[in-house]
């Protein structure tokens, strides 16, 4: 047994060996009690691994949950892509009626520019810790794109969303920062504040009261919310 | 093209539900906390969708999912444990955590793998299930956790070890039982 070491003889239970290694493994396991009796357990741990996580707890809902959500984001694709096809069909049939298809290409591009110029840039900053450093960064990036984009004329919409520990950056007698995110408010409409209220009910559970600063939205979940934007095409940063 | 950017980003998300219970699994399996997973697979989710364009071979789906889980529970411990060096993490064990075997339970055999389990470092904990739950080679594995091969191997097998031992050898002999007796 002691010319097989322990990591090859893994090796040769999890398949990584190639044909001619497996080929040696099988030579000694077949002469060797010791070995085969080894092979056997690694295998029987696999399998206890294995066994005990199949089914974890949370999975079932978790899995329901997900799945509703795809069904509806699968719908709403489609009804896109009829309305789109529709769209395009009648487009064509117009200007065909009319025109050449160079007007078509140029009426497309029209539109396309016309979209990103009228089109606000929008942008999430998700904050989920309390430790001051990251709660300042994230104050001092917001208010940094903020002023670049008014400097450069420019349209944005600006969401800061916290969750956990991020909350506190927004709790009225806790924030730091509640003198600067009032002067951020009133001198940038495009910025909203967001909290999630599972984090909020949290707290409260615990027992402790929580109030907001003025002016902060809340929403059911922060995960939600983030993907709910990212949908809707807003750009994500983490602090 | 956002039309079409929609439509593949509707068909990443239902290649996503498909391995999302792998993920979900996995991140069960190294954290032992049903809501701690959640945010992990959740948060896997938001960073595979906004970087999907990153993915560049589709067949790699699996493996890149992974890695990303295996960053979020790294930047999970960057956040929480505070940790001087991260490396400290591959052999940072959570039974002084919360487990969610009590005592009466350990008896059962699930029960005790996943408590077993959960008492390996960190680091041995994460090539384990990966390779015994989703059967990643050990080169997807290597690559997924950012580590040597041989590294692999050598935790694998420590794991094994450690396991083989919590279970067939400090297993308990007998389960106390409550027997009736004649009044």
Same mark, same amino acid.
């Given at each position: 047994?002691?010319?097989?070491?322990?990591?090859?003889?893994n090796a040769f239970v999890d398949n990584q060996l190639d044909a001619e290694e497996k080929g040696l493994a099988?030579?000694?396991?077949?002469?060797?009690?010791?070995?085969?009796?080894?092979?056997?357990?690694?295998?029987?741990?696999?399998?206890?691994?294995?066994?005990?996580?199949?089914?974890?707890?949370? #999975? !079932? @809902?978790?899995?329901? *949950?997900? =799945?509703?959500? /795809?069904?509806?984001?699968?719908?709403?694709?489609? $009804?896109?892509?009829?309305?789109?096809?529709?769209?395009?069909?009648?487009?064509?049939?117009?200007?065909?009626?009319?025109?050449?298809?160079?007007?078509?290409?140029?009426?497309?591009?029209?539109?396309?520019?016309?979209?990103?110029?009228?089109?606000?840039?929008?942008?999430?900053?998700?904050?989920?810790?309390?430790?001051?450093?990251?709660?300042?960064?994230?104050?001092?990036?917001?208010?940094?794109?903020?002023?670049? #984009? !008014? @400097?450069?004329?420019? *349209?944005? =919409?600006?969401? /800061?969303?916290?969750?956990?520990?991020?909350?506190? $950056?927004?709790?009225?007698?806790?924030?730091?920062?509640?003198?600067?995110?009032?002067?951020?408010?009133?001198?940038?409409?495009?910025?909203?504040?967001?909290?999630?209220?599972?984090?909020?009910?949290?707290?409260?559970?615990?027992?402790?009261?929580v109030r907001l600063l003025p002016n902060i939205k809340t929403v059911t979940s922060a995960a939600d919310e983030?993907?709910?934007?990212?949908?809707?095409?807003?750009?994500?940063?983490?602090? | 093209?956002?039309?079409?950017?929609?439509?593949?980003?509707?068909?990443?998300?239902?290649?996503?539900?498909?391995?999302?219970?792998?993920?979900?699994?996995?991140?069960?399996?190294?954290?032992?906390?049903?809501?701690?997973?959640?945010?992990?697979?959740?948060?896997?989710?938001?960073?595979?969708?906004?970087?999907?364009?990153?993915?560049?071979?589709?067949?790699?789906?699996?493996?890149?999912?992974?890695?990303?889980?295996?960053?979020?529970?790294?930047?999970?411990?960057?956040?929480?444990?505070?940790?001087?060096?991260?490396?400290?993490?591959?052999?940072?064990?959570?039974?002084?955590?919360?487990?969610?075997?009590?005592?009466?339970?350990?008896?059962?055999?699930?029960?005790?793998?996943?408590?077993?389990?959960?008492?390996?470092?960190?680091?041995?904990?994460?090539?384990?299930?990966?390779?015994?739950?989703?059967?990643?080679?050990?080169?997807?594995?290597?690559?997924?956790?950012?580590?040597?091969?041989?590294?692999?191997?050598?935790?694998?097998?420590?794991?094994?070890?450690?396991?083989?031992?919590?279970?067939?050898?400090?297993?308990?002999?007998?389960?106390?039982?409550?027997?009736?007796?004649?009044?």
């Open positions: 047994m002691s010319k097989i070491s322990d990591e090859y003889l099988f030579d000694a396991i077949g002469k060797d009690d010791a070995l085969r009796g080894a092979v056997c357990e690694v295998r029987e741990l696999k399998e206890m691994v294995r066994h005990a996580y199949q089914d974890p707890p949370g #999975y !079932r @809902r978790l899995r329901e *949950k997900w =799945r509703s959500r /795809i069904q509806l984001q699968s719908l709403a694709a489609c $009804l896109m892509l009829l309305m789109v096809g529709g769209l395009s069909g009648w487009l064509v049939s117009t200007i065909s009626e009319s025109g050449t298809g160079r007007e078509l290409g140029h009426l497309f591009q029209a539109i396309s520019r016309s979209d990103r110029g009228s089109e606000p840039s929008k942008i999430m900053i998700y904050v989920g810790n309390a430790n001051p450093v990251r709660l300042r960064a994230a104050l001092d990036e917001s208010e940094n794109l903020l002023e670049d #984009y !008014r @400097r450069d004329n420019q *349209k944005l =919409r600006l969401e /800061i969303i916290a969750n956990d520990s991020g909350v506190d $950056l927004l709790r009225a007698g806790v924030s730091r920062y509640a003198g600067r995110i009032a002067m951020m408010q009133a001198r940038y409409p495009n910025l909203s504040l967001v909290a999630c209220t599972q984090t909020l009910n949290k707290l409260q559970r615990r027992g402790v009261a983030i993907r709910k934007r990212l949908k809707e095409g807003w750009d994500y940063v983490r602090v | 093209m956002k039309i079409l950017s929609l439509l593949c980003r509707t068909d990443l998300q239902s290649q996503l539900e498909k391995i999302r219970p792998k993920l979900y699994r996995v991140a069960y399996s190294w954290s032992h906390n049903a809501a701690l997973a959640d945010d992990l697979v959740q948060e896997t989710m938001i960073k595979a969708l906004q970087n999907s364009g990153q993915l560049r071979n589709p067949d790699s789906l699996n493996g890149w999912l992974f890695t990303i889980l295996a960053n979020c529970w790294r930047d999970y411990f960057r956040q929480h444990r505070e940790m001087e060096d991260i490396e400290e993490l591959e052999d940072y064990r959570c039974v002084d955590e919360f487990t969610p075997e009590d005592g009466h339970a350990q008896s059962q055999l699930v029960s005790r793998v996943r408590h077993a389990v959960s008492r390996l470092p960190l680091g041995q904990r994460q090539v384990l299930t990966l390779v015994d739950l989703e059967e990643f080679s050990y080169v997807e594995v290597s690559g997924i956790l950012d580590i040597p091969v041989g590294t692999v191997m050598s935790r694998l097998c420590r794991a094994r070890k450690a396991l083989k031992s919590m279970l067939y050898e400090l297993a308990p002999t007998t389960a106390k039982v409550s027997h009736i007796r004649r009044i």
